[in-house]
Nanobody, 126 residues
Framework: VQLQASGGGLAQAGGSLRLSCVASGSAFSTYVNIMAWFHQSPGKEREFVAAIGWNVFSRYYGDSVKGRVTISKDRARNMVFLDVNSLKSEDTAVYFC??????????????????WGQGTQVTVSS
């Protein structure tokens, strides 16, 4: 499974942005049951942002971003999106998309996900 994230860049505080992640690979349809976004700020550990069930209707959000982000999917294009509103300086981070199986660790755990994208940098300026 290959994951390619995009949509990062420089954004204004208070604004919005959309991140995209496209998945490919022969194992995708048999392995992936959940997809997620994590972010990592300089000097900090990678943190859970949001996750979405691929074959079921379920969504999960991290406490630090709840109410400001929406995760969605387009199954026809094997894509997952992250919309972030009311951007804050603390949203500055590298954002990673990840893909995981049906069972295992909780959706907010990095250990749930066996495949990761390369990350896309988001920088929020005030």
């Amino acid at each position: 499974v290959q994951l390619q994230a995009s949509g990062g860049g420089l954004a204004q505080a208070g604004g919005s942005l959309r991140l995209s992640c496209v998945a490919s690979g022969s194992a995708f349809s048999t392995y992936v049951n959940i997809m997620a976004w994590f972010h990592q700020s300089p000097g900090k550990e990678r943190e859970f942002v949001a996750a979405i069930g691929w074959n079921v209707f379920s969504r999960y959000y991290g406490d630090s971003v709840k109410g400001r982000v929406t995760i969605s999917k387009d199954r026809a294009r094997n894509m997952v999106f992250l919309d972030v509103n009311s951007l804050k300086s603390e949203d500055t981070a590298v954002y990673f998309c990840a893909a995981g199986p049906a069972h295992g660790m909780p959706p907010y755990s990095e250990k749930r996900y066996g495949y990761w994208g390369q990350g896309t940098q988001v920088t929020v300026s005030s």
